[in-house]
């Protein structure tokens, strides 16, 4: 029966290198590094709507940390050829009410627009939005509600993080001649 394991795994592997699937940061022949070109991204601060820059400024700081950290993580570059700009917006809504009108479930929406703009011409090479859907209790206790909000905020702000650092990845990898410059 071991074998037969062994067996499964191996063509299973065998399949996935036929239908042309790559790790990312694998290297390729020819072109440069995932890894090499990321660490030429500069990631600009996040803007967001004056109307909500009160609950959104240290929010804008967590996804500007937490993207450095996964495009850039030795820091910023020091010659930088592009530059990841990120404009923050959150919603709010009771997604469960009880019979007498009182929410007991709400959930964060946070939308991230970003653009990945080459600095030597100026050029926005690539655009994209992202959305992280959390939801926390509305508890009787405020200060259990407020500390739901914010832990369902970052794991929000975590998802965009990761979502946008590997679709500019996923640029990189596949544009290898444009992204070589």
């Known amino acids: 029966m071991r074998w037969l394991s062994g067996a499964l795994?191996?063509?299973?592997?065998?399949?996935s290198s036929?239908?042309?699937f790559h790790p990312i940061y694998a290297e390729s022949s020819g072109a440069t590094?995932?890894?090499?070109?990321?660490?030429?991204?500069?990631?600009?601060?996040?803007?967001?709507s004056a109307l909500q820059a009160s609950k959104l400024f240290r929010?804008?700081?967590?996804?500007?940390?937490?993207?450095?950290?996964?495009?850039?993580?030795?820091?910023?570059?020091?010659?930088?050829?592009?530059?990841i700009r990120v404009t923050l917006?959150?919603?709010?809504?009771?997604?469960?009410?009880?019979?007498?009108?009182?929410?007991?479930?709400?959930?964060?929406?946070?939308?991230?627009?970003f653009k990945l703009v080459s600095l030597a011409d100026g050029k926005q090479?690539?655009?994209?939005?992202?959305?992280?859907?959390?939801?926390?209790?509305?508890?009787?206790?405020a200060f259990a509600t407020v500390e739901g909000r914010e832990d369902a905020r970052r794991r929000a702000i975590g998802f965009l993080a990761g979502d946008i650092a590997a679709r500019v990845a996923l640029y990189f990898r596949q544009q290898p001649a444009e992204a070589k410059k």
């Open 9 to 15: 795994l191996f063509l299973g592997l065998l399949a």
């Open 89 to 113: 917006s959150e919603a709010e809504s009771d997604t469960a009410v009880d019979p007498s009108g009182l929410s007991q479930r709400a959930s964060i929406v946070e939308t991230a627009s």
């Open 125 to 141: 090479v690539m655009t994209g939005t992202s959305t992280g859907v959390n939801s926390f209790g509305n508890v009787s206790n």
């Open 33 to 48: 590094p995932v890894g090499t070109q990321m660490a030429q991204v500069k990631v600009d601060p996040i803007d967001y």
């Open 59 to 83: 929010l804008g700081q967590e996804l500007h940390n937490a993207l450095l950290a996964r495009i850039n993580p030795d820091g910023s570059p020091g010659k930088a050829t592009y530059a």
């Open 18 to 20: 036929g239908c042309g």
